[in-house]
């Protein structure tokens, strides 16, 4: 899960004793892997959704859960975006209200951690609306923007534009994910791009 040595050490004893027991109840969950055909690492966000015996090869009538993929990021665009990723990770709590610290499992360095990481559903929500409305773009400046403008969203404001770009169908999915993209992340080519950006990152 870490590689050797005394911090990841620490860390390793941190997520098992604090993050760990938290990852099967999560609505949300972060996974950090690595795909053959992606480079590493490769984060993946799922929803935990109710499914009932058929669905979920169970045979019971009684409804269950499992984990719905929801979006990825890696390479260029979660470099771009890791600071980002660490604000809204660092918001992370438990039911009392104690951080998860998840933040240190996405550290300024090389990240070797490889797992699973529980998220509530504000987090959850953030990062799927970002990891889905990033595909296909290739201006890394227009991505890190909407990562910006995503993190200041409240819960209720990423709920609902999730469900906007994802909930009602093929070809509408399609047009709110296209306005979204150019609401939260200008045109392509807009030199207030760069300059919205660096206001941001303030």
């Given at each position: 899960?870490l590689?050797?040595?005394?911090?990841?050490?620490?860390?390793?004893?941190?997520?098992r004793k604090?993050?760990?027991?938290?990852?099967r109840?999560?609505?949300?969950?972060?996974r950090?892997?690595?795909?053959?055909?992606?480079?590493a690492?490769?984060?993946?966000?799922?929803?935990?959704?109710?499914?009932?015996?058929?669905?979920?090869n169970?045979?019971?009538?009684?409804?269950?859960s499992?984990?719905?993929?929801?979006?990825?990021?890696?390479?260029?665009?979660?470099?771009?975006?890791?600071?980002?990723l660490?604000?809204?990770?660092?918001?992370?709590?438990?039911?009392?209200?104690v951080?998860?610290?998840?933040?240190?499992?996405t550290?300024e360095?090389?990240?070797?951690?490889?797992?699973?990481?529980?998220?509530?559903a504000?987090?959850?929500s953030?990062?799927?609306?970002?990891?889905?409305?990033?595909?296909?773009?290739?201006?890394?400046?227009?991505?890190?923007?909407?990562?910006?403008?995503?993190?200041?969203?409240?819960?209720?404001e990423?709920?609902?534009?999730?469900?906007?770009?994802?909930?009602?169908?093929?070809?509408?999915?399609?047009?709110?994910?296209a306005?979204?993209?150019?609401?939260?992340?200008?045109?392509?080519?807009d030199p207030?791009?760069?300059?919205m950006?660096?206001?941001?990152?303030?």
């Amino acid at each position: 899960m870490l590689a050797s040595g005394f911090d990841n050490d620490a860390l390793e004893i941190h997520y098992r004793k604090y993050v760990a027991p938290h990852v099967r109840t999560a609505p949300w969950v972060l996974r950090v892997t690595e795909h053959k055909d992606k480079p590493a690492p490769v984060f993946v966000v799922k929803e935990r959704v109710r499914v009932w015996g058929a669905e979920s090869n169970v045979s019971s009538a009684a409804p269950t859960s499992v984990l719905k993929e929801r979006g990825y990021l890696y390479g260029q665009a979660l470099r771009r975006c890791r600071p980002v990723l660490r604000r809204i990770l660092a918001q992370v709590s438990d039911e009392s209200g104690v951080p998860f610290e998840l933040n240190r499992f996405t550290g300024e360095r090389r990240i070797t951690f490889r797992g699973n990481l529980p998220l509530d559903a504000e987090a959850g929500s953030k990062l799927a609306l970002l990891f889905k409305l990033q595909e296909r773009l290739t201006d890394m400046d227009r991505v890190e923007l909407m990562a910006w403008r995503i993190e200041r969203f409240t819960a209720e404001e990423a709920a609902y534009w999730l469900t906007r770009i994802t909930q009602f169908g093929e070809a509408p999915n399609r047009w709110a994910q296209a306005g979204l993209r150019l609401l939260l992340g200008g045109q392509p080519g807009d030199p207030m791009v760069l300059n919205m950006l660096q206001q941001l990152r303030q």
